[in-house]
């Protein structure tokens, strides 16, 4: 599969610097453009001709134009060009709007980069079914392609991790909040670097907290909580 180009589109610019480092870090993707306007984003997709841009990294709370404007002069335009939103708008009608005008992903900030990672995997592999074939010959390629996109499915989990072992690390957080990543390991019977990779998944998509634990010797440990 191509290498998947991607517009960052955030009026931050040391926000702008972040996701741009955060994309590149994510094997298949690269950056393409960085712009901090409505007015330059569309100047850059309108440059490449449609061609030369797959995903739009898309902050809402733009200086110029608000993120759905631009979404929406994208579709009138006639490009099928991907958005992922990258936002703090937590409003539930701008979400609906984000939905209908076909944005693929609605990442809410501030974001860890395991959560960003996700959806960028989730995106590529949505990416690498729909190009695959120009048909689908059964509902269940329909349904499993919705499922990669919407992380609707176990199979949509990051490559590695499974949901058995997902399962017990949120049950023996939900029977002791607090642990670290050496005691959930402990509980699990799985490495301290496995346990930490579930935990900080979890902590991507939500489902867990993370803060320090004060009052032993030497650096603080992170200790986790299902939120």
Not at 30 to 41: E, K, L, Q, Y
Not at 148 to 157: Q, V
Not at 162 to 187: I, M
Request: overall charge neutral; glycine content about 8%; hydrophobic content about 40%.
């Amino acid at each position: 599969m191509t290498t998947i180009r991607v517009l960052v589109v955030e009026d931050e610019p040391l926000l702008a610097d972040a996701h741009r480092a955060y994309t590149e870090r994510v094997p298949g993707f690269t950056v393409v453009g960085v712009v901090h306007t409505a007015r330059d984003a569309m100047a850059a997709l309108r440059a490449g001709g449609g061609d030369g841009v797959d995903l739009v990294l898309l902050d809402f709370r733009l200086p110029d134009l608000h993120g759905l404007d631009v979404c929406r002069a994208l579709r009138a335009a006639g490009s099928n060009t991907d958005v992922l939103a990258v936002t703090s708008a937590r409003d539930l009608t701008m979400v609906r709007a984000a939905v209908a005008l076909g944005v693929t992903h609605y990442l809410l900030k501030p974001f860890t980069f395991a959560a960003f990672r996700d959806k960028l995997e989730r995106y590529a592999e949505y990416r690498r079914q729909a190009l695959a074939d120009g048909t689908v010959v059964a509902q269940h390629e329909v349904d499993r392609m919705f499922a990669t996109l919407r992380g609707a499915d176990a199979d949509t989990l990051p490559k590695g991790l499974g949901t058995e072992t997902l399962d017990a690390v949120l049950a023996v957080l939900r029977a002791e909040p607090g642990l670290s990543a050496s005691e959930v390991s402990t509980r699990t019977g799985t490495s301290r670097v496995t346990a930490r990779r579930y935990l900080e998944h979890l902590v991507g998509i939500g489902r867990v907290s993370r803060s320090s634990r004060y009052g032993t010797p030497g650096r603080p440990e992170v200790e986790y909580r299902p939120t």
